[in-house]
């Protein structure tokens, strides 16, 4: 579609059933948004907790198969299926971004190398115009913002630390468009006063934004080390890895766009999906989650 964390576990032992009272009348059945919320709220959840885990947990949240993340039993909830992620090949003697002889948490890899690739069944999509090595230009990226964003964004981009832009797109067999930008920068500072993913951005063909409410649950209810709650204490720039998620606020018109964004260290992600209708909310999860795990 963020921070470890423990899930909760049955009680040992066995437990006597309890036989409902006959007297009592049955709940009433959760209305149908509601229970989508829930479902989706239960994976977002689950993932979030698994993903802090690392690479060693990556398969199970990439496949489509209910039983590679602990409590989920529902036939299908939406995942897409992604290939096996496995971290780039760092240049010798070049260290992890988080590492301690790392301190502003560069990335070494070559950018297209971390871009998340696209999921089984998926076309590629002509959005982001790559070129070799699936560069992009900074005029193509800036194409994702409304006309009159475009020049403010463009001078902040050239004069505050912009080193490269990558870019990868996609559409699924439901309608849906992925589009991935990852911007290298100088540095985290400058990543941090990136202006182009945040509440107010203003992206062509969206009236405003809104905080994706899911998300915003989850990351209220549990703390792992994909947000800042939990990295507010920790050392320099090697705790600068943030996900955010934004949708766009009703009325949407004839598409609903979701934007997500994701800090981690010198690289800012942009994740932006659109689907006619609504666009949905666990494949959304999942590629941020998995796209941020490339990053960290």
Known sequence: MTEQNTTDRAPAGDTAPVEPDAAQPAPAAAPKGRRKLVAALR????????????????????????????????????RWHYPALAKPQLPAGAPL????????????????????PAPVG?????????????????????????????????????????????GRGWTTPDGTRTRIYLLRFHGPRFVDAFQGCTLSTG??????????????EV??????????????????????????????????????????????????????QTRKGEAPVVPFHQTVILQSQLLG
């Not at 209810?221 to 920790?234: E, V």
């Open 219 to 272: 990351k209220r209810s549990q703390r792992n080390d994909l947000g800042r709650d939990s990295a507010a204490s920790g050392p320099s720039w090697r705790s600068a890895h943030d996900v955010t998620l934004y949708q766009e606020a009703k009325p949407a018109g004839d598409e609903q766009v979701r934007m997500g964004c994701v800090q981690s260290g010198d690289i800012q992600a942009l994740v932006l």
């Open 43 to 78: 994976w977002t959840a689950a993932v979030v907790v698994f993903a802090a885990v690392g690479t060693a947990v990556t398969y199970g949240i990439t496949r489509v198969e209910r039983t590679d993340v602990p409590g989920l039993s529902t036939k299908d909830d939406g």
């Open 122 to 166: 998926a076309t590629p999509d002509s959005g982001p115009k790559p070129e070799k090595d699936e560069a992009v230009t900074v005029d193509t990226f800036l194409e994702e913002y409304r006309p009159a964003e475009r020049e403010k964004l463009k001078t902040q981009l050239v004069n505050e630390g912009l080193r490269q832009i990558a």
């Open 97 to 116: 971004p988080f590492a301690e002889d790392n301190p502003e948490a560069i990335h070494y890899a070559g950018l297209n190398q971390l871009l998340l």
């Open 203 to 216: 992206l062509t063909n969206v009236s405003a934004l809104e905080a994706d409410p899911v998300w915003s």
